[in-house]
């Protein structure tokens, strides 16, 4: 069983419609969860950090974290093209080690 | 303005030579890792330092050395050991060891054997 796992995609959406990304974990211990945009070719930069249960928001993106589900996700709304990338899951694990998913692509279409 | 810089940003290794990537970080953090990016795969980790003169062992450690000799440096030598080299290379750097912050990453190096 993989650590992190995302579904890798891609995951086609409208210009304007709502992104909705998912990831799983494996470690019950792990407190901080991230999300991380990578364009093509390019390194990740962070764009979410959620350390407890619930949503928060950050402009178009919300992170959402259900620790008993080992359940983290990421919503963009108002999808625009500049949002086609790769969507990276981290958790965290000891020793301020992050556990990457393999990441999930998203195509925003015209 | 602070970050981290890697180079080169492509790099070409022939069969059994050794080769160094270099990470500097001017953000005066004390964690520094070195990921692998394959296509289709997530970040996997090799080696990591919470503390100058200080390094562990990764995931995927093998074919692989580092050194920390400065707080700002980090730099990570693919030996001839490592039989299947050619990835993307991230460095990143964190302010935190425990918490487990977010990373800072470079822009990375594109290693190829030819």
């Known amino acids: 069983q993989k650590e992190v796992e995302q579904n890798s995609g891609p995951l086609s959406v409208p210009e304007g419609a709502i992104a909705s990304l998912n990831c799983t974990y494996s470690d019950r211990v792990s407190q901080s969860f991230f999300w991380y945009r990578q364009y093509s070719g390019k390194s990740p930069e962070l764009i979410m950090s959620i350390y407890s249960n619930g949503d928060k928001e950050d402009g178009r993106f919300t992170a959402q974290l259900n620790k008993a589900s080992q359940y983290v996700s990421l919503l963009i709304r108002d999808s625009q093209p500049s949002d086609s990338a790769t969507y990276l899951c981290a958790v965290s694990r000891s020793w301020g080690k992050l556990q990457f998913g393999a990441g999930t692509q998203v195509v925003v279409t015209p | ?114």
């Open chain 2, 1 to 114: 303005d602070g970050g981290i810089t890697q180079s080169p940003k492509y790099l070409f290794r022939k069969e059994g030579q050794n080769v160094t990537l270099s990470c500097e970080q001017n953000l005066n953090h004390d964690a520094m890792y070195w990921y692998r990016q394959d296509p289709g795969q997530g970040l996997r980790l090799i080696y990591y330092s919470q503390i100058v003169n200080d390094f562990q062992k990764g995931d995927i450690a093998e074919g692989y050395s580092v050194s920390r000799e400065k707080k700002e440096s980090f730099p990570l030598t693919v030996t001839s050991a490592q039989k299947n080299p050619t990835a993307f290379y991230l460095c990143a750097s964190s302010t935190t060891t425990v918490v487990g912050g977010g990373y800072t990453f470079g822009s990375g190096t594109r290693l190829t054997v030819v």
